[in-house]
C-alpha cells in the first residue's frame, strides 16, 4: 500500500535550518508530482511547495520563496524540503502529498503522510 512518512522536523531557532524528508512507497514515485503543505492549529493548509514527477519544475508560496528549496531523488524514492532562515511563523505541522498527475497544477491529491512538526523558536 502506498506509505508516505516525513521527517526532519523538531525545533529550530530563528534563522535556521531544517531539512525535512518524505520516503514514499507502494507506488512508482518518478510518476508522481509531490508537494509539501503545512497547517498550524486553527488555520487552513498552506501549500507550501511542490515540484514535478521528473523535478523539473518547482513551484513556492510566496511566504516561503528564496527560503526554502524542494527536491526529489527518485531513485531513493523520497522528496525533501531544505529550509533555511526559518522564522516563527514557518512553526507548522508539514505534511508531504503525492498527486494524481506527474505535474502539480490544478492536481488532486490522493495520498498524505502523518506530519512533521517544525517549531521555530528562541
Known amino acids: 500500500q502506498v506509505q508516505l512518512v516525513e521527517s526532519g522536523g523538531g525545533l529550530a531557532q530563528p534563522g535556521g535550518s531544517l531539512r525535512l524528508s518524505c520516503a514514499a512507497s507502494?507506488?512508482?514515485?518518478?510518476?508522481?508530482?509531490m508537494s509539501w503543505a503545512r497547517q498550524v492549529p486553527g488555520k487552513g493548509l498552506e501549500w507550501v511547495s511542490g515540484?514535478?514527477?521528473?523535478?523539473?519544475?518547482?513551484y513556492y508560496a510566496d511566504s516561503v520563496k528564496g527560503r526554502f528549496t524542494i527536491s526529489r531523488d527518485n531513485a531513493k524514492n523520497t522528496v525533501y524540503l531544505q529550509m533555511n532562515s526559518l522564522k516563527p511563523e514557518d512553526t507548522a505541522l508539514y505534511y508531504c502529498?503525492?498527486?494524481?498527475?506527474?505535474?502539480?497544477?490544478?492536481?488532486?491529491?490522493?495520498?498524505w503522510g502523518q506530519g512533521t512538526q517544525v517549531t521555530v523558536s528562541s
Open positions: 502529498a503525492k498527486a494524481l498527475t506527474p505535474s502539480y497544477y490544478y492536481a488532486m491529491y490522493d495520498y
Open positions: 507502494g507506488f512508482t514515485f518518478s510518476s508522481y508530482a
Open positions: 515540484i514535478y514527477s521528473d523535478g523539473s519544475d518547482t
